[in-house]
């Protein structure tokens, strides 16, 4: 568990991307609903339902090109050590195999990834007014998701129910009557990335 996800644990979450050493894809969410989370079973299997899928479409073919290159590596070795073939005569394949990965790479990284963000995002936006009248926001937080990023940091995703709770105010009427009024109030009322932030420094406290 990454240092966002640990962060997160306190409050009900679901991990969309979990921080791996190595991206893959058709991993999906655990469907099971996060503990603390109070909204009924049936509204969470709808809204499971619609995001598995999509958690599902992430990085994939990372692993099919991850694959293919291993495959590739060790057909080298064996026609070098079998048919005593000069690795130098196999620099265009290699070349070729290195240049396909790395397309791979860019298109599953900055165009297909990023679709699925917005198709999950559209989800979180159909489900928000359902789950504030439970009491729960939600927020799709992400980090490190691009191919530039710290060493040895891992791409994140996760989507977080922060509480919200409710405050009574005293608002006066035109005879000087005050009548209690309920409003609501998000416990977490800030943008995604100061959220994010927020966690950070929390888990580094404790």
Sequence with gaps: MGLFQSSLARQPCVIVEPMTGCPRGNVGINTSKPLGLSVDDALWSEFAQKIDPLARMLNRGLLVATTILFAVAIAFVITNMVVMTSIVSLFPVIIGVIVVIGITLAFVLHVQNPKVDKLIEEVIAEFRPRFGE???????????????????????????????QETVVEAGNAQGDSTPTTQTKDEEDVPSASLFDKMKEENASS
Excluded: D, N, W
């Design 134 to 164: 439970k009491g729960h926001k939600i927020e799709y937080l992400t980090q490190f998701t691009g191919t530039c990023k710290p060493k040895g940091a891992r791409s994140e995703r996760v989507i977080v129910f922060p509480i919200m």
